[in-house]
């Protein structure tokens, strides 16, 4: 009976710890992705009353779809937005995708090493982080599914 005790919590605590992809919660405080990155084209984002963090890859359909919806929310915003694409590829494999839509609000880091995907526990693409000017977490989930929502929470 201990043995079947012991395996079924085992079992739950392996399952409990692959739901839980990403380890950011609403209220956290992210920090600043500034130092230490390797901003696209050297274009560090400007200051925004909010932040959007997107996890992608370019070889995603679903990402590259966020990529172009992020840019137009963007336009929308006003300048309230600045968006920071976190891209698991190098350099040359974002920029094709990117260059185009960089800007002061609009900015991309280079992940090839995933130490940005890492420190956030982020293990799957699209995943979106919506920070406010305090860098507080007010909402974070998949970016494809609730556009809506990223609309009014900064307007």
């Known amino acids: 009976m201990k043995r079947l005790l012991l395996l079924f919590l085992l079992f739950s605590a392996t399952l409990l710890?692959?739901?839980?992809?990403?380890?950011?919660?609403?209220?956290?405080?992210?920090?600043?992705i500034r130092k230490g990155v390797n901003w696209i084209q050297n274009k560090?984002?400007?200051?925004?009353?909010?932040?959007?963090?997107?996890?992608?890859?370019?070889?995603?359909p679903a990402?590259?779809?966020?990529?172009?919806?992020?840019?137009?929310?963007?336009?929308?915003?006003?300048?309230?937005?600045?968006?920071?694409?976190?891209?698991r590829e190098t350099d040359e494999e974002l920029l094709?995708?990117?260059?185009?839509?960089l800007s002061p609000h609009f900015v991309a880091v280079s992940d090839p090493d995933r130490k940005i995907f890492d420190s956030f526990?982020?293990?799957?693409?699209?995943?979106?982080?919506?920070?406010?000017?305090?860098?507080?977490?007010?909402?974070?989930?998949?970016?494809?599914q609730e556009q809506q929502s990223i609309i009014d929470l900064i307007q």
């Open 17 to 32: 710890q692959s739901a839980t992809a990403q380890n950011t919660a609403y209220g956290d405080r992210v920090p600043a």
């Open 44 to 60: 560090a984002p400007t200051d925004a009353p909010y932040t959007f963090l997107l996890f992608c890859s370019v070889k995603n």
């Open 63 to 87: 990402s590259l779809d966020c990529i172009q919806s992020l840019y137009s929310i963007k336009e929308q915003s006003n300048n309230k937005l600045c968006v920071v694409i976190i891209g």
């Open 96 to 101: 094709p995708y990117l260059g185009g839509v």
């Open 121 to 144: 526990n982020v293990n799957f693409v699209p995943y979106g982080i919506l920070v406010n000017a305090k860098h507080l977490t007010i909402w974070m989930g998949n970016p494809t």
